[in-house]
């Protein structure tokens, strides 16, 4: 059994908000690049909602997030899934990040956006109650998941979701 390793936040200290997936698919784990399938839409949303052209490198959608306030990164550090769906998670496998370190070198953050149910399921399960007070009293809000596998919404339907990141920049 082959274990997943995620990837380190793309984050700076006056980081203002995070988003949270659960775990890296395979295309992003293969690629090295958070949400590098071409059907997600976490990407053109973000490029939408930060008012920036689909022809950015990865690198300058990652300075673009950073120039905004936002963080990136998974809730879950390791898993072992067989493919890329949340639902395929061997939950006795996972090891989640470290968030009260994270909150704690990151105090500007004010509020947490979860990609899906399930990074929101994770964090509350494993993670939330780690955090002191303060952290657990930030502002948790679950977005509709930009996976190409969640396909109930439309993508014009999920940006306008979306949308209320802006009130946190």
Not at 68 to 85: F, M, P, Q, T
Not at 122 to 132: A, E, G, P, R, Y
Not at 138 to 163: D, I, M
Request: proline residues 5%.
């Amino acid at each position: 059994m082959s274990t997943n390793h995620g990837f380190p936040p793309i984050a700076a200290p006056d980081t203002k908000i995070l988003i949270l997936g659960s775990m890296p698919g395979q295309k992003s784990l293969v690629e090295n690049q958070y949400y590098a399938h071409p059907r997600n839409s976490f990407w053109p949303i973000m490029l939408k909602l930060l008012k920036a052209g689909n022809e950015l490198t990865y690198d300058e959608r990652k300075t673009l997030l950073l120039k905004n306030n936002i963080a990136l990164w998974d809730v879950l550090k390791s898993c072992y899934r067989e493919g890329s769906l949340d639902s395929d998670i061997d939950q006795s496998t996972i090891e989640t990040n470290d968030f009260k370190e994270f909150f704690s070198k990151h105090k500007h953050v004010n509020a947490v956006f979860f990609n899906g149910a399930k990074a929101e399921q994770l964090f509350k399960k494993n993670s939330l109650k780690t955090l002191d007070q303060a952290q657990q009293n930030l502002s948790f809000f679950r977005l509709p998941s930009t996976s190409p596998a969640h396909a109930a919404l439309t993508f014009e339907q999920k940006l306008l979701q979306w949308e209320v990141i802006k009130r946190f920049l």
